[in-house]
């Protein structure tokens, strides 16, 4: 049966001279790896080659037994084409794309957290500088934790759940706690970085990253490639843009 959504590529691999594997996340369908064939050649019913971050409207088969589906249509929207003309923003884009495959299931829908990337893809190809891009990719990376279930404590200490303040001498986050650990119990915990006030003000407090300066906003990324690199058990194909 022949279902229609609404998706972005997230990756693709040529399968042929003239066909694509994509990795397709849909609004009400989730994930979804399909085959498209003939989608490499000048006229098909995908307006040209499938590149991450397409988007737009399509129509494909869910595989009955295969593991994969088949695309037999995709309407492509010229949409977030200024991304191309930003390299911070998009490298913050391809990175947002790479965790979204790394942490959703094929045919498990999270429609707030498409709604939430699409919002991003929209937010991030304004920007003109690296700051608000990273400040961006920030907020995206943490609704996707939360959207899959494994949404970091970040106002208490994840281990006695002290509120953190300003007070606290020192601010760890520990990956396998996932969350911040107080001074009080740190010694508890070897798997764990240290932030800095401001980077662990801002993650307490998410409203200000909007006004962080890009130290810190690096700070925190840093922070978050560590987690998720604990949590893929690698690291993010994209964090070597990040790890300068
Ligand atoms: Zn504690």
Redesign the pocket.
């Known amino acids: 049966m022949l279902k229609k959504d609404k998706a972005v590529c997230l990756r693709t691999t040529d399968y042929s001279e003239t066909s694509q594997v994509v990795t397709l996340f849909a609004s009400h369908s989730g994930k979804i790896s399909a085959i498209a064939k003939g989608s490499k050649r000048p006229k098909s019913a995908f307006d040209g080659p499938i590149e991450v971050l397409s988007f737009g409207d399509i129509i494909y088969s869910a595989p009955r037994s295969a593991k994969l589906a088949t695309l037999t249509e995709f309407n492509q929207k010229p949409a977030f084409l200024q991304l191309r003309k930003n390299l911070a923003a998009l490298n913050c884009s391809f990175f947002a794309a790479e965790l979204l495959d790394a942490f959703t299931q094929d045919f498990d829908p999270h429609t707030a957290l498409f709604d939430a990337f699409l919002q991003f893809l929209t937010d991030i190809s304004l920007v003109q500088d690296n700051r608000n891009a990273l400040g961006f990719l920030i907020l995206f990376q943490l609704t996707l934790l939360a959207e899959v279930g494994t949404k970091p404590v970040l106002t ?7 509120s953190f303040t300003d007070k606290w001498r020192e601010v760890h986050f520990s990956s396998l706690a996932n969350g ?7 010694q508890a915990f070897v798997d764990k970085i240290r932030l800095t006030k401001n980077a662990a003000d801002c993650l307490a407090d998410l409203k200000l990253i909007s006004k962080a300066n890009e130290k810190t906003l690096n700070e925190i990324e840093k922070a978050l490639i560590y987690h998720f690199t604990e949590l893929m058990h690698r690291p993010p194909k994209m964090a070597k843009s990040f790890l300068k």
């Open positions: 208490e200490c994840v281990n006695c759940n002290a911040l650990i107080c001074p009080d119990c740190d």
